[in-house]
Nanobody, 126 residues
Framework: QVQLVESGGGLVQAGGSLRLSCAASGRTFSTYNMGWFRQAPGKEREFVVR????????YYADSVKGRFTISRDNAKNTVFLQMNSLKPEDKTVYYC???????????????????WGKGTLVTVSS
């Protein structure tokens, strides 16, 4: 069983930056794609970004492209999300995900993700 623990959320002013982290337990971290979704109250989960097992391929949602950067450290079982130029609409709970499916350049179905973290709240003040 894999467990994911996110950290790094908090309050930031619009235009500011935050760096989220997601630490995974287990020995097979490098066999999973990793990524992030987000969900605002009363809304469906929204895809943010996903990176392949080795980190060589990445797909971003249009809403965050150019502002967010994902990276992973397989040796430390950790994935990071650097968020720059934050906007009020980025305010929500961010969830780390792992999946063993094939990587592709497109929005993945949330139901196809194998593991979810409990989320970390990002608040952006205008």
């Amino acid at each position: 069983q894999v467990q994911l623990v996110e950290s790094g959320g908090g309050l930031v002013q619009a235009g500011g930056s935050l760096r989220l982290s997601c630490a995974a337990s287990g020995r097979t971290f490098s066999t999973y794609n990793m990524g992030w979704f987000r969900q605002a109250p009363g809304k469906e989960r929204e895809f943010v970004v996903r990176t392949s097992r080795g980190g060589g391929s990445t797909y971003y949602a249009d809403s965050v492209k150019g502002r967010f950067t994902i990276s992973r450290d397989n040796a430390k079982n950790t994935v990071f999300l650097q968020m720059n130029s934050l906007k009020p609409e980025d305010k929500t709970v961010y969830y780390c995900i792992l999946d063993r499916g094939p990587f592709y350049f497109g929005v993945p179905d949330p139901s196809g993700m194998d593991y979810w973290g409990k989320g970390t709240l990002v608040t952006v003040s205008s």
